[in-house]
C-alpha cells in the first residue's frame, strides 16, 4: 500500500500524471517488489503497444531504485528522445553514445561517480566497449532496460552483429533485474531474448494485447499501385502520411509519381542509403508536416516519434505480421483514429499477403493470431464492416473496354483513348483519371497473368475466352450489358468520337 502511495505520488509530482493505466501499475510495482527482494532475478519481459506509455514503466523506477538504470536504445533518435523527456522532467541522465571523444567521455563518468546521475542511455555497441562496460562494471545496475527489444532477435544477424553477442556481456555486469519492452513480440522473438538477453532463466512475461483499436485495417486491391495511392493521399484527413516501400528505389519513384500527379501534396522519401545529414532534415521535416507525405522503407519506421500520423500505407508489405503491426503501429501515437492500408496487385507473394487475400477472416484477429493473441472485439478492419471489395481497382474497366472492342487497340493506343476526353462509355470513363503509364502498367501485368491476350505482329489486344466467360457471368458486368443505362446500350463502334486515336496499320 505504501509503495503504491509513493508510486502514485512520484507519478503526479514528476511526471505530471494523475491516474496510471493498470498495466503502468502493475509493471512498475512489479520492478519495484522485485528490486526490494535484493536478489538477482531473471528479469521481466513486457510487451506493450506502441503510444500506450512503456517509457514511464522504467523512468518511474529508476527514480526509486538504489543503483543505476541503464537504458539500450537500438537507435540513435530514440536515445535522444529519451534524453530530451529525462532532460524535461528535470532528472539528469547521461547518454553515451558514439563520436564522443575521451574527455567527453570521463567527464560523463564523472557524474556517475559522484552520484550526480543515476541514468545511463546508450546503446549495444556502446555498451561492448572495453571503457564504458569497465566504467559500468563499477557500479550496481539496479535496472539494465532494453527497449525495443525485438530488434535484438531480428537484427542481430547481419545487421547489428553485436546484438547477438550481448549475452555474455551482460552476464559479467552486476544486474540485479533485466527489462525488456517491445510493442509486440512472436514466439521467436520470445525465443530469441530467452537465448540472447534472459540468460539466468525465463522472464517474467507480462503481456498486454498488442492490439491498437485506433488503427482500422484496409486492403485496397489494385492493377495501379500508384495511382491508388495518390488517391487516398489526395485527401487531406488522411494526411500526414507514411507510406512503406520494400526498396530504395521504390520510394524514390512512388514519390516521384505523387509528385507529378499532386504537386501541391509535400512529400519527400527516406531510407538508410541517405546520409545522416539528409535523414536528421527528412526527420525533422516530417515531424514538423501536418499534411506531408513520407516514403520511407522500414529503416524509418521505429526513429519516428510523430505522434499525429493519420496513415501508414504498405505499398508493398513485410515479410511477417510482427514487422506489420510495428510499422503499422506507427499511425495514431496520439490515440485518435489511423487508416492503415495495404496496397495488393496480385503480384505479392507469402504468408502475410495470404492474410491480407482473404475475404473473410478479421484482418485485425489474423495479424494478432500470428503474435499467439486472441481478440475479443474488432475495432475496424474491412472485413469485419463488410466493406472487401476483392476486384482490383481498375481491372473491370480494363477488360471491359478491350471486350468492347476485340482486337481494336494496341496497350498503347487503349491508354490514350482512355485518360483523353474522348472516353467513351462507362467502363473506359472509370479510368479517366488515370495516367497513361498507369493504364500501360495495368495492361502489361493483365498480360502477364494471361487474362488479356495480345496478336503478336500488330499488338491488338483481345481477350481470352476464359476471361471473357468469367466476366459475362459476373453479375455486375453481365448487367451492365444487357440492363445498362441508354449511353451504355447505344454505345456501338460507330459511336466512335471522330478523335478516337487512330490505330496502327497491321
Ligand atoms: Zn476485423
Known amino acids: 500500500m505504501e509503495l503504491d502511495h509513493t508510486i502514485k505520488d512520484l507519478a503526479s509530482t514528476v511526471f505530471g500524471i494523475q491516474m496510471l493505466r493498470p498495466f503502468q501499475s502493475v509493471v512498475i510495482q512489479r520492478i519495484l517488489e522485485l528490486d526490494a527482494q535484493n536478489v538477482n532475478h531473471k528479469g521481466l ?23 543505476l538504470t541503464v537504458i539500450v536504445y537500438p537507435l540513435r533518435s530514440l536515445m535522444n528522445d529519451q534524453v530530451r523527456r529525462f532532460t524535461k522532467l ?3 541522465c547521461i547518454a553515451i553514445q558514439g ?11 564523472s557524474l556517475l561517480d559522484d552520484h550526480r546521475c543515476k541514468v545511463v542511455i546508450t546503446n549495444a555497441e556502446c555498451l561492448s566497449q572495453q571503457a564504458v562496460f569497465c566504467e559500468l562494471a563499477h557500479h550496481t545496475i539496479s535496472l539494465l532496460v532494453v527497449d525495443e527489444a525485438h530488434t535484438i532477435v531480428r537484427w542481430g544477424e547481419g545487421f547489428r552483429p553485436v546484438f547477438a553477442s550481448l549475452a555474455p556481456l551482460l552476464a559479467f555486469l552486476p544486474i540485479k533485474q533485466i527489462l525488456c519492452f517491445t510493442a509486440t513480440a512472436d514466439q521467436a522473438v520470445i525465443q530469441g531474448l530467452n537465448d540472447l538477453i534472459f540468460t539466468r532463466g525465463k522472464p517474467h ?13 484496409h486492403v485496397f486491391r489494385t492493377l495501379s499501385k500508384d495511382h491508388t495511392l495518390a488517391a487516398l493521399l489526395a485527401q487531406k484527413n488522411f494526411r500526414p502520411a507514411l507510406v512503406f516501400c520494400n526498396t530504395r528505389e521504390s520510394t524514390l519513384f512512388a514519390c516521384n509519381a505523387l509528385q507529378r500527379t499532386h504537386p501541391q501534396i509535400p512529400c519527400r522519401y527516406y531510407h538508410a542509403g541517405l546520409d545522416s545529414n539528409q535523414r536528421k532534415a527528412l526527420e525533422s521535416w516530417f515531424g514538423n508536416q501536418q499534411e506531408g507525405v513520407l516514403f520511407s522503407t522500414n529503416a524509418f519506421g521505429m526513429g519516428v516519434d510523430k505522434s499525429n500520423i493519420r496513415t501508414v500505407i504498405h505499398r508493398e508489405l513485410p515479410d511477417d505480421a510482427l514487422s506489420y503491426l510495428q510499422e503499422s503501429g506507427r499511425g495514431g501515437r496520439d490515440g485518435r483514429q489511423s487508416r492503415a492500408f495495404i496496397l495488393l496487385d496480385g503480384t505479392e507473394k507469402g504468408k502475410l499477403t495470404q492474410l491480407f487475400f482473404s475475404v473473410d477472416a478479421c484482418y485485425r ?3 494478432l493470431a500470428e503474435l499467439g493473441e486472441s481478440l475479443d472485439f474488432c475495432n ?13 481497382q481498375g481491372e473491370d474497366a480494363l477488360l471491359g473496354s478491350i471486350a468492347w472492342h476485340p482486337l481494336r487497340y494496341s496497350p498503347s493506343s487503349l491508354s490514350t483513348l482512355l485518360t483523353s476526353q474522348a472516353a467513351y462509355n462507362s467502363f473506359s470513363k472509370t479510368l479517366s483519371s488515370w495516367r497513361q503509364k498507369e493504364i500501360r502498367s495495368a495492361l502489361l501485368l493483365l498480360l502477364s497473368e494471361g487474362k488479356v491476350c495480345m496478336t503478336r505482329r500488330s499488338r491488338r489486344l483481345y481477350l481470352p475466352c476464359k476471361t471473357y466467360v468469367t466476366l459475362l457471368t459476373a453479375h455486375h458486368f453481365y448487367k451492365k450489358l444487357t440492363y445498362g443505362t441508354k449511353e451504355n446500350r447505344a454505345c456501338t463502334t460507330a459511336d466512335l468520337p471522330d478523335h478516337a486515336p487512330s490505330i496502327p496499320a497491321d
Not at 380 to 392: E, F, N, P
Open 45 to 67: 519481459l513486457v510487451t506493450l503497444p506502441t503510444g500506450s506509455g512503456k517509457s514511464l514503466c522504467f523512468m518511474l523506477p529508476s527514480l526509486l531504485v538504489e543503483g
Open 90 to 92: 528535470g532528472i539528469a
Open 99 to 109: 563520436g564522443q571523444s575521451r574527455e567527453q567521455r570521463k567527464a560523463l563518468f
Open 205 to 217: 512475461l507480462v503481456r498486454c494485447s498488442s492490439d491498437r483499436p485506433n488503427i482500422s485495417y
Open 365 to 367: 484477429e489474423s495479424l
Open 380 to 392: 475496424g478492419c474491412d472485413v469485419c464492416s463488410h466493406t472487401v471489395d476483392a476486384k482490383r
